[in-house]
């Protein structure tokens, strides 16, 4: 199926869309899934998930070591080389030691736009910890009502929250259909549509995703496939290689689901529509959902849930995308993969770094596991 | 020749033995702990030991561990067997040495003693609680989390509130894993015996601003093992008494850690442990001290926020506020307060590959303070533990380029 070209319109060009955006709308830079988003569409404003460019990081050189992941090193570039002008302001929430000190250099040296931190609880399994989940998310709704000049009401945040959750949904319902009827969509189409949901304006990208999820429940039926793939479900942080996927699919299989901060992670999980109190809604969504390894939800946790995820979406095997100098995946990894393995699904893991390094001997080592699974 | 045996006879700290003797008991109190039907508690270096010397639960440092394989030079063949279990090379070393460590009982002492249960306090680092869940799934034990909000520009009503809240939460896991009840009056005992500790403490470092300074700041990584284990007893109280005394009669007599102390410097991040022998007299033969450190001050950094009427209670701000656990800005206004108290020279940056939220941040520090007291600072690429990151010969270079800076500004200065 063909996707709408104003998907692939804003990956091909995010801060050129950004920029026009920012004629008619507010924008607020975010670097990670747990920026609640709903509170920054109830200000009115657009959440942009930045990734950062695939470039040589000199100006960020000067202000993070080598041993920094890309991500951390690519964001900062483009913000001291001016690259998103575009930004009214930027939100930092806690989780990793590398993104805590980055919003700390983001502060000092990035001075025309407003900085707001949001330092969420790194446990998730306490009564306290969601006490202070709310009273933080609360907080943040006041600081960023005061520095986008609008309040923010129960109903502002009831209108962001529909608006989320709209896309969930539809997320939801495509990334059902992928397993069920795996190369519906090409993988490098459902990066697309993982990325364009956290960059373009809400309202008009709720529209889109809702159209192409009936769109896809039209042709899954007869949906015939290629010639049995290997189902493989992907498992790790950011990625910023729409290649891997081509590769996977050339190496003869299918992108059956996934687990990536960048993907379906960000979109997993609906908030309570009903619940009267909204921001304690908001909080309690992103309590339970699947969680970044940065936060704690039980020391079995992620275990148990990933083999959950990849039955479910029937993986004959989980390739692990960790992004190098990204330390809690890192750590997660082995037990992970003792976890899986455990259960009989078979484990690849892929260090990446940005430049995506030795495409040929990746290609060979993932062609290698679909002959193996 | 035999003068100069004498001068450095002479220089060396004589506490330093009962130092070792009172470390020697406590491993070995910790490592018969299963005969003596005491508890083993292994908690991260930042986090309140106090309530645990309260519940006569023994604490155990796996990051004192680390530093001990570093220093042993062992760091290496443990980190490696980390890599083996599929641990990337780029964590921690400390991690990396201890989860190595565990299943073989490796290292410097055969390995740590067990534990029964892990308290993790993540005001240090969000690495040691990725390292406390491996460890509490290894062990299968309990495992208590201390979240300390990141406080990188204040600390706000509700984190205060929430880290509150755990301390309790923290009491009621100490009652579970003894079957005790908790002694608040003990608890008082071991708050004033922690905060005199802490003083004691902060009162031997501050010797060092004397000419020349009675102590380096690799004796200070030495003496730091009793503030970091064993805050909170009367032993700890009476060892840096001692310590104390020693360092008035060093000032007294003029007794300097390095025989010509020309050059003051400051050294910033934890140390390099299989290097320290060679660092320190590197800098010595260059009559450079490094007369003061961030690290060693991180256990005491956050007294004035504790009231010693009212430990339990206040802890929770002063444990959330030490040095890590704020921003890079606050941290610059810190490094510049010492480079002013302690009137060094040049401070001394270990970036340190395992410690990302002590490292990065660094070169803004580095700018700052250049911009704000003309101080210059070296940077040294390294790793605390893991040895194959250090470069003798490029670091030995970038020593010497720097002592020339110095020496280069001095004689301005004296024109």
Request: aromatic share 10%.
């Given at each position: ?373 | ?16 033995g009962r130092m070792k003797e009172i470390m020697t008991s406590y491993y070995i109190d910790a490592k018969t702990a299963e005969q003596t039907g005491k508890k083993v508690a292994w ?9 645990l010397i309260?519940?006569d639960i023994i604490p155990v440092y796996p990051?004192n561990h680390?530093?001990m394989?570093?220093?042993s ?28 460590c565990?299943?073989?009982s490796?290292g410097p002492i055969g390995g740590l003693p067990k534990p029964d ?108 093992a009793l503030?970091v284990t064993l805050?909170?007893t009367q032993q700890t109280?009476?060892y ?176």
């Open positions: 199926m063909k996707i709408h070209e104003d998907f692939s319109k804003i990956i091909h060009d995010p801060y050129g869309y950004a920029a026009n955006l920012n004629d008619e709308k507010k924008i607020v830079g975010t670097v990670c899934s747990y920026v609640p988003e709903e509170i920054i569409l109830a200000a009115g404003a657009t959440p942009f998930r930045l990734f950062g460019s695939f470039e040589k990081t000199r100006l960020a050189d000067a202000h993070l070591q080598s041993y920094g992941c890309s991500l951390a090193k690519g964001v900062l570039e483009d913000a001291l080389a001016g690259k998103l002008d575009f930004l009214d302001g930027v939100v930092f929430t806690h989780t990793c030691d590398t993104m805590q000190r980055l919003s700390d250099i983001w502060r000092i040296n990035v001075k025309d736009i407003f900085h707001l931190d949001v330092i969420l609880p790194v446990k998730l399994d306490t009564e306290s910890a969601r006490a202070y989940y709310r009273d933080v998310l609360q907080t943040f709704r006041v600081e960023l009502a005061e520095r986008l000049g609008v309040t923010i009401s129960d109903d502002d945040l009831r209108r962001g929250i529909v608006a989320s959750n709209r896309i969930r949904r539809a997320f939801g319902r495509i990334y059902d259909m992928t397993a069920q009827a795996p190369g519906i969509l090409q993988g490098e189409e459902l990066y697309m549509l993982d990325r364009a949901g956290m960059m373009m304006e809400r309202n008009r990208f709720a529209d889109l995703i809702e159209e192409t999820a009936n769109k896809l429940s039209e042709n899954v039926t007869n949906h015939t496939g290629a010639s049995a793939p290997k189902r493989i479900f992907l498992e790790g942080g950011i990625c910023n290689y729409p290649d891997i996927f081509n590769i996977i699919e050339e190496s003869g299989g299918v992108v059956a689901g996934d687990d990536l901060c960048t993907g379906f992670r960000y979109f997993s999980g609906l908030v309570d529509e009903t619940n009267p109190d909204p921001i304690l809604a908001i909080a309690d969504r992103y309590i339970r959902r699947i969680s970044c390894p940065a936060k704690h939800q039980g020391t079995t946790v992620r275990g148990e849930r990933l083999v959950e995820m990849a039955r479910e979406r029937q993986a004959q095997g989980v390739v692990f995308f960790l992004l190098k100098f990204c330390d809690p995946h890192a750590f997660d990894y082995p037990y992970l993969r003792d976890t899986l393995e455990k259960a009989g699904i078979p484990v690849l893991m892929v260090e990446v770094d940005d430049p995506l390094q030795g495409e040929g001997q990746l290609r060979t080592r993932l062609e290698a596991f679909m002959e193996m699974i | 020749m035999a003068q100069n045996d004498e001068g450095k006879e002479k220089r060396k700290i004589k506490a330093t908690i991260t270096s930042g986090g309140p030991v106090e309530p309260a519940m990051e680390g530093a394989i570093g220093s030079k062992m760091g290496v063949d443990l980190c490696l067997k980390a890599e083996e279990m599929g641990y990337s090379s780029d964590l921690c070393s400390y991690a990396r040495s201890d989860i190595g565990a299943p073989v490796g249960m892990l308290v993790c306090c993540n005001n240090i680092c969000g690495t040691v609680l990725k390292w406390y869940e491996v460890q509490a799934r290894y062990f299968n034990i309990p495992l208590f989390i201390l979240d300390t909000p990141f406080t990188h520009v204040g600390f706000s009503a509700e984190a205060k509130n929430y880290v509150k809240r755990q301390i309790l939460e923290y009491i009621g896991f100490l009652e579970n894993a003894t079957g005790k009840k908790f002694d608040h009056d003990r608890m008082r005992e071991v708050g004033k015996l922690s905060l005199e500790g802490q003083r004691l403490w902060q009162a031997v470092l501050d010797m060092a601003v004397n000419r020349p300074s009675p102590l380096s700041a690799f004796d200070a990584f030495f003496h730091l503030i805050r909170g109280v009476d840096y008494k001692l310590l104390l005394d020693e360092m008035q009669e060093r000032v007294s007599q003029k007794i300097g850690a390095v025989a010509n102390e020309q050059y003051r410097l400051l050294w910033d991040n934890l140390p390099i442990w299989y290097r320290m022998k060679w660092l320190s007299d590197k800098f010595a033969a260059e009559n450079a001290c490094l007369v003061a450190d961030t690290y060693t001050t991180a256990w005491c950094g956050s007294m004035k926020y504790i009231r010693e009427d009212d430990f339990l209670d206040t802890m929770a701000e002063g444990y959330s506020r030490i040095y890590l656990n704020i921003g890079v800005d606050q941290m610059a206004d810190q490094v510049i307060a010492m480079a002013e108290k302690y009137a060094v020279d040049g401070i001394v940056m270990h970036s340190n590959r395992s410690c990302k939220p002590y490292s990065f941040g660094q070169y803004d520090i580095q700018r700052i303070v250049a911009e704000k007291t003309g101080i210059p600072t070296l940077m040294i690429e390294a790793d605390m533990v893991d040895a194959r990151n250090f470069s003798e010969g490029q670091v030995e270079t970038r020593i010497e380029a720097f002592i020339e800076v110095l020496k280069g500004k001095r004689r301005t200065l004296e024109k």
